[in-house]
């Protein structure tokens, strides 16, 4: 049966983010010399592991549903370039591989693995602080169909924004929104697509 909207639902994860934000920066209060890494270099490597939650829009969709998703995602990144840019967008580009565990938090419930490559340009902002903005693409195998999907082997084009937050040189608090769809690309019918407003947090 289709339930309510609950659009209080990514709440919890915007306020645990700026609770730990301002953790961080209760931290580095504390020590006034420089904890953060500034420019990253050609070849530096990032490892994250974040946590995400979702709620499908259903005006793109189409779908009569109102699933939530949860989002489990260990990821690999490295910088493919020095940094470039002047002012603003001084910053660098970056490479991420991204394996993920999802599952429908409805019953009936359906959990899905997949892996996505994604683009990501940090802008380096000469602080703690280094926003981000990315973007990419995926595949995604699930236990069984999510309404409007023909198939349980689907497309998930992907992309978003978020920053870094550096609580030494090398912890930094993630907090990032994404825009996820998942879709079949035609192969099989119906494919009207599913949308879904992410939240992630992470280390």
């Not at 990253?40 to 994250?48: H, I, P, S, V, W």
């Not at 990032?176 to 992410?198: E, I, K, M």
């Amino acid at each position: 049966m289709p339930r309510g909207r609950r659009p209080a639902g990514a709440i919890p994860f915007v306020a645990g983010g700026l609770v730990l934000l301002w953790l961080g920066a209760a931290v580095a209060a504390q020590d006034p010399a420089p904890a953060f890494p500034g420019e990253l270099r050609k070849g530096a490597q990032e490892f994250t592991f974040l946590v995400g939650y979702g709620e499908e829009l259903e005006v793109f969709s189409g779908s009569a549903e109102d699933r939530e998703f949860l989002f489990f995602i260990p990821r690999w990144g490295i910088v493919l370039t020095d940094p470039v840019g002047k002012s603003f967008w001084r910053g660098g580009l970056e490479f991420l591989a991204e394996p993920s565990a999802i599952v429908t938090t409805d019953t009936p419930r359906i959990l899905a693995g997949g892996i996505a490559a994604l683009l990501k340009y940090n802008f380096y902002t000469g602080t703690r602080l280094m926003p981000f903005l990315e973007g990419g693409a995926g595949l995604m195998v699930s236990t069984d169909r999510l309404e409007g999907l023909g198939s349980s082997f689907n497309f998930t084009p992907q992309g978003g924004g978020g920053f870094h937050y550096f609580l030494t040189r090398e912890w930094a608090f993630t907090f990032a929104y994404r825009f996820w769809h998942a879709s079949n690309g035609g192969t099989a019918d119906p494919n009207r697509g599913v949308n879904v407003n992410t939240f992630f947090v992470g280390l």
